[in-house]
């Protein structure tokens, strides 16, 4: 159990959704956390992203929690992102993940066209101080470009490939990694740049 004041681990709100259907509901989830011994959050889901991000970030405060990161859709980046680093700025965190892109629709230049946009989001984030992120499922590590059942590159590599490390690090979701057929400690040594988040989803990881 976490307990140290330089402990790392987060909870994922998106985990605790259905125990914040209401305010109240998500302020009395928060308390429970800290009381269990986590120390930090990362706000996803519920009511906990449909708050206001102030009235969250004292809600937070007030259990004795740190958040330190969120999610974002990548259509709300692309409607205001100026708005998107407010919320970010207001929680007082600095990461910032997109939790999903195409749901494994897409082709090689859909997913190339996508790493190019993420450093434009990125640059734009990172002059506030403010790091992107993206989150993996399994649907990362289909490959795309195979012929003759040959070749190929995972939409994971043609997203970490065609971006640039300084605009976009990878929230790398160790579970959906083993889901997707591939050995997480292999995928980490391919993440270039910082990999300051990763995610451990036992649900989707099979432990001997």
Known sequence: MPNSKSSKIAVILYTLRDFAA????????????????????????????????????????DAGLKIIGSHYGLEEFRSSTDRVIDRVKAYGCSHIAIPSFSYGEGNLQTWKSFAKECNKIGRKLLREGIHLQYHNHAFEFEKLGVRGGKGGRTRFEILMENSDPRYLQSELDLGWVSRGAYDPVDVLAMVKGDRKSTRLNSSHTSIS
């Open 22 to 61: 209401t305010p109240a509901q998500a302020a009395r989830t928060l308390k429970r956390i800290r009381k269990i011994g986590y120390e930090n959050i990362q706000v996803s889901a519920g009511a906990f992203i449909s708050l206001d991000p102030g009235e969250m970030r004292q809600m937070a405060d």
